[in-house]
């Protein structure tokens, strides 16, 4: 069975703090993304990475940046967290040829405060 | 246009009943379509995955997709308790690593016992 563990299930952080939200998958994916997922708004894609140290913009990129250091993980940093940022975010995984299907984590709900 | 409309509910039928999820699009590039299903403080999990119009069954699931009106469907037959869940559409042009998928906003079922 393919695992995507968050490592978080619920934060409350402040207003200006540097917030890590950190994902690993099991099954030697290469793509792995993040969303954030919003009553009304559905699942947005915020960023996206088919490799190690590689990246892609998804749809709602902005006041966050990422990290894959490693195959299997895959952080979202938010540098400097804003209430707008609360959030249920989700990350995913899914191999390189087969994009539509993915594997979703639990999700963490962040709340800024 | 929003590219994916769902509508959204909630909707709430009785055990046993037949169940109709649908999903509108504007984009005619789409040529792959997707139910996820996501329980309460879950993340998302591939229902359905359909290719072109047709229908593809699965149990109690059928997938529906009418690409001439830019429609699909998920009908759930003898609907369960354990079928209350959120449903979201997916959809994409492509199915390798270029796809792209967009998620419509979902629509949460209820199953009353």
């Known amino acids: 069975d393919v695992k995507v563990t968050q490592s978080s299930r619920y934060l409350v952080k402040r207003t200006g703090e540097k917030v890590f939200l950190e994902c690993v998958q099991d099954?030697?994916?290469?793509?792995m993304f993040w969303y954030r997922q919003d009553p009304g708004l559905g699942l947005r894609l915020i960023y996206f990475s088919y490799d190690v140290k590689m990246k892609e913009k998804g749809d709602i990129p902005e006041g966050y940046s990422v990290s894959r250091e490693k195959k299997e993980r895959f952080s979202l940093i938010l540098e400097s967290a804003s209430t707008n940022q609360t959030s249920m975010y989700l990350c995913?995984?899914?191999?390189?040829?087969?994009?539509?299907?993915?594997?979703f984590g639990a999700g963490t709900r962040l709340s800024v405060l | 246009q929003k590219e994916v409309e769902q509508d959204p509910g909630p909707l709430s039928v009785p055990e046993g009943a037949i169940v109709s999820l649908n999903c509108t699009y504007s984009?005619?590039?789409?040529?792959?379509f997707m139910w996820y299903r996501q329980y309460s403080r879950k993340g998302p999990e591939l229902l359905m995955y359909?290719?072109?119009?047709g229908n593809k069954e699965d149990g109690r699931f059928t997938a529906q997709v009418d690409k001439s009106s830019k429609y699909i469907s998920l009908f759930i037959r003898d609907s369960q308790p354990s079928d209350s869940a959120t449903y979201l559409c997916?959809?994409?042009?492509?199915?390798?690593?270029?796809?792209?998928?967009?998620f419509g906003k979902g629509i949460t079922l209820s199953v009353r016992p």
């Open positions: 995913a995984s899914s191999k390189l040829a087969a994009k539509n299907i993915q594997y």
């Open positions: 099954m030697d994916h290469e793509n």
């Open positions: 984009n005619s590039a789409f040529q792959y």
């Open positions: 359909t290719y072109s119009s």
């Open positions: 997916a959809m994409s042009a492509e199915s390798g690593a270029n796809s792209k998928l967009t």
